[in-house]
C-alpha cells in the first residue's frame, strides 16, 4: 500500500480479501476556497500558501472531499466575480448535514477548548468535520482551527466525547513528498 495512505484507508473487497484504497475524507473548510481563488497576494507568505493551495487542488482526487451548507454561504461574500469564482470550485463537492449534535458539540468546543466566542464558526467547521467521520480538516485558518496550541485541545476534548477528531491541517501538511 503506498506509504501516505495510511493503512485504515483499505477495506476488503472480495471473498479472498484483497483490498483496495479508499480514499481519506477531506472536509474543506471556507479559507481554502479563498487561497485558491484570490488574486496572487504581494505578501511573499501568502503567495506561497496560495501556489501551495493550487497545487493541492489539483491533486485532490487523492481524496473524497466534502462541505457544509456554511461553507457555501461564507464563500457568497465579497466581490461577486471572487464569489462566483469560489462557488465555482464547490460544484460537486456533496455537503455533510448539520445536526443538532454537531451544533451542540460546537459549544461544548468553545466552552472546553477555550475558544471566544468569535470563534463560534470555526468550532462549527470543527465539529461537523469531527462528527461527519472525516479524515482530515483542510483549513489556513490557523488562528482558532489549524493551532499547534488548540489542536491538542481539540482532540483531547472530541476523545472525551466519544468522537474520533480529524487530522486538522492545511494544504502544506497534507501532501505527498517525492
Known sequence: MPWWIPARHFMPTNSRNEKRPVKPKVYIETSILGYL???RSRDMIVAANQETTKEWWDNREQFDLYIFALVVQEVKFGDPKA?????????????IDVTEEAE??????????????????????????TLGGMDYLLTWNCT??????????????CREFGHEPPTICTP?????YD
Open 37 to 39: 481563488t484570490a488574486w
Open 83 to 95: 464569489a462566483r469564482r469560489r462557488l465555482e470550485r464547490l460544484n460537486r463537492i456533496p455537503e
Open 104 to 129: 451542540s458539540f460546537s459549544d461544548v468546543l468553545l466552552e472546553k477548548v477555550s475558544l471566544p466566542e468569535k470563534a463560534r464558526i470555526d468550532a462549527l467547521h470543527i465539529a461537523v468535520a
Open 144 to 157: 482558532h482551527i489549524a493551532n499547534a496550541i488548540l489542536r491538542p485541545r481539540v482532540e483531547a476534548v
Open 172 to 176: 502544506r501538511e497534507l501532501r505527498r
